[in-house]
């Protein structure tokens, strides 16, 4: 320990005689923030009061956009999210804005063409991003390189993003030469995207060395505080050189959420790399989201709130464990909880190791239903073929060769050794033309989010352009019209039950 | 940062050949767990059978006794609270239990005469105790003294406690000479109190290394995870030489009460000094203790679940600031929160700076309401007059000279320099009286109850005695009883208000 210490120690002054400049904060509670706990539900209307003052802070950077914020815009907030990133990036000039891609995948679930992931970039860019947090849940660099290289020609900063997950496959030595990978891709920072929450400050440690050792680049470490290891494997993080860290403000920081700013601040309380932040600045930054939380009740949930030790049991995503237990309940299944849980290891290894985030832990939850369900692999889901056929990208590690006959038996498919996208033909000219069809407006914005998300553009554009001069509809998020009941959440109501007063107060049932 | 890790790992390495071993873990889901998360509601019945495994697991310790649990199991369970200590200690025979004993306020809120200490010390070690966790909230240990006597004598482990709080006389210096007066008066071990959740990384690592170095006992520290600083300042204090730190299991775990065990194995992976413990056990305790949080679900709540923010922006506990506010509400003040917030260290000085606990952080608060509402010290409390008089104790640093005139012609009462406790008679002769005058039996366990819960025990012996045979009423909590509703926490229910039906569950108003 006390070796460590000094190889440590050492080895940092020797190497890395810049690591005593303080960590830099990025600021998260304007994205993950609030998609971690009011299911992405803030309207720019609720940030911009907030936005100048963030600004002055001195953030790293300030995560504005990317993740489910587009469609939640869209979506339920009636908002056109390029007009939010211009309207938050107006009102916070001097802090880099930051946003999480999902490589390929845009911020959609499925590979899109090239053309289309380029000129969402392009967009984003010219609407005022400044970092491009790009990932793939598969960590399949193919998935990454057009977003890169485009961030690259926009002379903007691409931030490689490494999925963590542990498996037998996901090695300190897999992770690194994944970092590699990233910076020769042309990723200008790397990012450890912790989304599950299981990193263990030895982990965190031993990674953030690897890579700054072997990758060279600056490292910014991204963790859920959904097992409470969050704020822990910051301080090792940072003890071993990672450059920077994400955090959020209360009450949308900690649980499902990155760690609240003020907390982080306490922890490295005399930490020669603790940044100097206005804690009166932050005191009011803190009132001011929590009044928001207030507003958002609706979507919020004490669930999220507090630590998951489901995900300390069962070493699976605490989100996961819920959605999951729903699925055997449905089932009716519950009875073999167990059975269930202890098949997953055995899918996961079949599918070779894939990490367990959206969609890919659904994907391994099914499978291993059905496996107890129906004897094992006697019903194999069109998903789990699918990534075995490569549909997905390059597994962490290698499918079960028996499995993927059985794949290509039942779907006279052949397996996929190219870039998933390499089969998707150029697809812009064709959006535009039909935006165009409809009488909606054709620019290269438009036509991104039309590619992803049609329905919901069209009825965005539609009760904007029904609006006199044009003005975009900045509504209230969905909240009081689409929960059927008058009572609001957080709010006590007296009621009366035959000849019982009750104080009450409603939640949520997901 | 290198040197002090050269520095500190020296000093270990030359003066704590030991540190090596693995830090020891008291469990306190029996006591402080539930105390914290489930107002000490759990019951004999519902700890029972996990008591045999929480066994076998290697803690250093089991708190299942003390504090809040003698009077919720008087007034709320209708449980004998020596029978439940007996049985305990039955089911878990090779583990030291612990409790938590409030000097010479015994598990009440103001003194008790020396034999009274005395008696409920011997009954409590007759009926198992091995270790007393002794503390006041001054930190004066003329209060701890006649407590730790008694352990010493019979042979059982006194470890002192020092409460932690903030204010420019609880300097490290401070702290350390109190764990010299502690281990005067004959502690066993150095325990660090810290109850409202205030201790960082930087202040344990001082702490701990300072207590080591000029105490020379043994150093156990006991945080609430209220702010989320708790395990990480677990961590430090781990590496600066602590031998033990107390936890929990989830869900009676983090939140306003300690770290959860397994989150607390994962922060320590790769540590050498982290302990080994079976993990398919703890996930079986998981399990079992999540039935019975279930069970407790009207005395729950998520407020104290999450991380409490409020306790970092304001620096008082967050269970103190809640109850602020219910205080202001009432007394239509919450136009002055502010104000009233930035008298708090106007009292707090002026009263010695008192730790904020209870009872001493309602004193301070009510003060700082009056102060703003009539004009500063216009109208003083009899409680804070109590304190400048001296009747709590020494205070931590000296009281204003102005306001102890003032108290003392307001009270024509003298300041009190002697021991509090110097000024009770001895009251186990008439406690044993008076039980024998209403035909209740006069041994020396009903007489300490009775000195401290009359109205409890005699309720909880008249309910046994009327129980053919004498058996005991091991009474479920009475929480079905208590709650005035039908409805229960936790269920889901439809209930249909004019013509729209809504899906509702109930929450308990503080």
Known sequence: MVWLWLALGVSLVVSFPGMISPVGFTQTVLRDGHQSLAATRMTTRQMLPAVPVLDEMGFAGLETWGGAVIDACLRYLRENPFDRLR?????????????????????????????????FVRCSAEAGMDVFRIFDALNDPRNLATAVRTVNACGKHARGEICYTTSPVHTLEAFVAFGRELRDLGCDSIGIKDMAGLLTPKAAAELVTGLKREVGLPVVVHCHDTAGLAACAYRAAIDAGADGVDVSIAPFANGTSQPDTIRMLRLLEGHPRCPSMDEEKLAWLRQHFEEVYRELAAFTSPANERMDADTLVYQVPGGMLSNFRNQLAEQKMMDRFAEVLAEMPVVRKALGYIPLVTPTSQIVGSQAMLNVKFGRWKNLSQPAMDVLLGKYGRTPGPVDPELLKEAVRRTGQEPIRERPADRLSARMGELRAELAAVGLPESDEHAVLHAMFPQELAGLLKSATAVPGGERVRAQPEAKGAVPLPARIGTRYKLRIGDVDHQITVEELN
Do not use: C, W
């Not at 990036?89 to 999902?102: G, I, Q, S």
């Open 87 to 119: 309207a938050l990036k107006e009102a916070a000039p001097r802090t880099p804005h930051v946003m999480l891609l999902r490589g390929q995948n845009i911020v959609q679930y499925t590979s899109f063409p090239d053309d289309v992931v380029e000129a």
